[in-house]
């Protein structure tokens, strides 16, 4: 089956500052990656999204990056503010399995 | 407000005992899925449903079961509770399974099993 794997565990930045979490997949048939945001308690909301037919997608401060070939796809902030602070979670499906695969989760913390 | 909604928000029970959580999807989603989130393990999928069949199995314990309802909500039953079960269980719906992937999830209901 799919496995998802997300770096770091824990990203600490200065408010300001980009943060960049990173994921890979192990199946090469997925073509859904969406990114959610959970914070303490609270449900993981969807942030932003990609499917494999493009490379990029952008959504005010927030990017995702999907790079195929090599498998792995990234979350990128900028100018992060401290409402930013939460649990980051990448995750993957494909469309013979709609359920998501997700990564172990980034706890990133913007400092003001 | 993701439109899903979900109940008890809160359930602490004993071990060996047996509880139902309940999740409503979106108004038009047709798909449900339980997923479930411990410290030591992640979110985890557990089962999915779409219009009332079950479509997917995840790492769901023979201990637990679903269904879902004509009427779309559907039901996660847990048996035989242990103290690993404690952990917070959620519920996301989508549209459907063959366009659509957006995945929505429910506040989440938060089970303790002492």
């Known amino acids: 089956g799919e496995n998802v794997e997300q770096h770091p565990s824990t990203l600490s930045v200065q408010e300001g500052d980009s943060a960049v979490i990173k994921c890979t997949y192990s199946?090469?048939?997925?073509?859904?990656f969406p990114w959610y945001k959970q914070e303490l308690g609270k449900r993981p909301q969807l942030i932003i999204d990609?499917?494999?037919?493009?490379g990029e997608k952008k959504d005010q401060r927030i990017a995702v990056t999907l790079n195929k070939t090599a498998k792995h796809f990234s979350l990128h902030i900028t100018e992060t503010q401290p409402e930013d602070s939460a649990v980051y979670f990448c995750?993957?499906?494909?469309?013979?399995?709609?359920?998501?695969?997700f990564g172990s989760g980034t706890r990133l913390q913007v400092q003001p | 407000d993701s439109g899903v909604t979900q109940t008890p928000k809160h359930l602490i029970t004993a071990t060996g005992q047996r509880v139902t959580l309940r999740c409503s999807p979106r108004?038009?989603?047709?798909?449900v899925y339980w997923y479930q989130q411990s410290l030591d393990q992640g979110l985890q999928f557990l089962i999915q449903?779409?219009?009332?069949?079950?479509?997917a199995k995840g790492n769901i314990l023979e201990r637990f079961s679903a269904q879902q309802f004509p009427d779309l909500h559907s039901e996660l039953n847990l048996s035989s509770l242990e103290l690993g079960d404690s952990a917070l269980y959620f519920c996301a719906s989508s549209v459907g399974v063959s366009k659509d992937n957006e995945q929505f999830f429910g506040p989440g209901t938060r089970l303790t099993v002492l």
């Open positions: 995750a993957a499906s494909y469309t013979g399995r709609r359920a998501l695969t």
């Open positions: 990609i499917r494999s037919n493009v």
């Open positions: 108004s038009g989603d047709l798909s």
């Open positions: 449903y779409y219009n009332g069949e079950e479509r």
């Open positions: 199946d090469s048939a997925s073509n859904y």
